[in-house]
């Protein structure tokens, strides 16, 4: 079945070590997207790939980068956690339908983030 | 900008009953508009999708949502409620991005 695959599912980093978490997809889909989700809050955009094209959103910490090597990978980066990226990281997928809007997102399993 | 509004962030009902969970949107009309489900320690999973084809959408597990353009609203619903419908679901709105609700946390009494 075609699926949004994330590694690891859980992931516990220490104070300001660097981590990577990653992401896969086998819809062949142009867009990628990272999210982050705290507890009973809603996801929220970090930044997404159309195609190579990288777009961050304004209030994404320099903190977080992300890398797309190919059309299935998908990778984000915290340079240097804090206690306050203890999160559960969202990847997402789409295929982008003209410029009138997001077709339906397909999300992966996440991965809990845990900071000590 | 586009906003989504859920009211109730948790609503609780018993097994068997009506489920109701209520979604509004700011007022222009988005392209698309979804409901997404997510159970602990997983991601969002669609439930359904309105694309403007027909104003009563039906999705998996029983859910069915209506688009009412008058009220801004697209209420999820399902007749009877099961135990495993217990989760936290997400209205969320198409542009350029998806704009989420804040969330609803359904409770399934026995």
């Known amino acids: 079945d075609a699926m949004v695959i994330q590694n690891p599912r859980y992931q516990v980093t220490q104070f300001g070590k660097p981590v990577t978490l990653s992401c896969s997809q086998t819809l062949n889909h142009n867009v990628m997207y990272w999210y982050q989700q705290k507890s009973s809050q809603a996801p929220k955009l970090l930044f997404h790939y159309y195609d190579k094209d990288f777009n961050n959103e304004a209030d994404t910490p320099d903190n977080f980068q992300s890398r797309r090597p190919n059309t299935s990978f998908c990778f984000l980066d915290i340079r240097s956690p804090g206690l306050g990226d203890a999160a559960m990281y969202l990847c997402?997928?789409?295929?982008?339908?003209?410029?009138?809007?997001?077709?339906?997102?397909?999300f992966g399993p996440g991965t809990r983030l845990t900071v000590l | 900008a586009q906003s989504v509004t859920q009211l109730g962030s948790h609503v609780s009902v018993s097994e068997g009953a009506l489920v109701l969970l209520r979604c509004n949107y700011s007022?222009?009309?988005?392209?698309?508009l979804f409901w997404y489900v997510q159970y602990p320690n997983q991601g969002l999973q669609l439930l359904l999708k309105y694309t403007s084809a027909a104003t009563l959408v039906k999705g998996i597990n029983g859910f069915e949502a209506e688009f009412k353009k008058s009220e801004t609203s697209f209420h999820l619903t399902k007749p009877s409620a099961h135990m495993s419908d217990a989760a936290e679901y997400f209205c969320a709105v198409s542009l350029n991005k998806f704009y989420f609700g804040s969330g609803t946390k359904l409770n399934v009494k026995p």
């Open positions: 007022s222009s009309v988005p392209p698309y």
């Open positions: 997402a997928t789409s295929r982008r339908q003209g410029t009138t809007g997001t077709d339906t997102q397909y």
